[in-house]
């Protein structure tokens, strides 16, 4: 009996340090937003999620921490976490290359990590390790996921490739178009689901096949014949 009651004061006290956790991360990510890195406080953070700044320290070392895990937060669907398990026989590749596509273009567009992106750019001017966090955490975790699973399409014959990790750069720039920039800008700029799978179908065409018209087959040169 005293067993089961140990463990279930241990689970109580487990779930409350979650829930104040996430209540700091929510809390650090609206300031961060709101006010950028500079301006916001581990003592603004704790007022703002209702906890003690012990409490935020019992979470997170420092404010670069912080920031460093509202980022991870913020971006852990830019793409499918389960990519690296996707099948290299499961699918054809430009149907896996387009679900990628959708979700990473619906994932950055969103208003929350466009407003986060945008408090970052402006503080990194100031303060440069915000832009390091920025491009060694979320912007290198998409491009490697799909740098490996591009890899793997290249180890296996499928698609020639000289240099996987480039050219995962190369296909989420050719997803984001001018759209990410306007939204970055505070321009109009239409992120419609269509819209959306309109860019991603281009972007996946051109990827794939280039732009160059198709040499016909030697095949097709003898029926033409």
Known sequence: MLRTQSR???????????????AVLDAAMDLFIEQGFGATSID???ARANVSKATVY??????DALFAAVMKLACNMVVPASLADIDPDDEEIGTVLRRIGLIFLESIYRAQKVSLFRAAIMDSVKFPEVGRMMCDGPVARSHEQVGQYLAKQVAAGRIVLPCPDMAASQFL?????????RLLLNQPASISRARL????????????NGALPRKPSVQGKRHAG
Request: hydrophobic content about 40%.
């Open 8 to 22: 279930t004061d241990a689970s109580v006290m487990r779930s409350d340090s979650r829930r104040k956790r996430d």
């Open 44 to 46: 603004s953070v704790a």
């Open 58 to 63: 019992a979470h997170f070392e420092n404010k």
């Open 173 to 181: 720039g050719l997803l984001k178009t001018d759209v990410h920039m």
């Open 197 to 208: 799978r309109r860019i991603v179908d281009c972007a996946v065409e051109m990827f794939l």
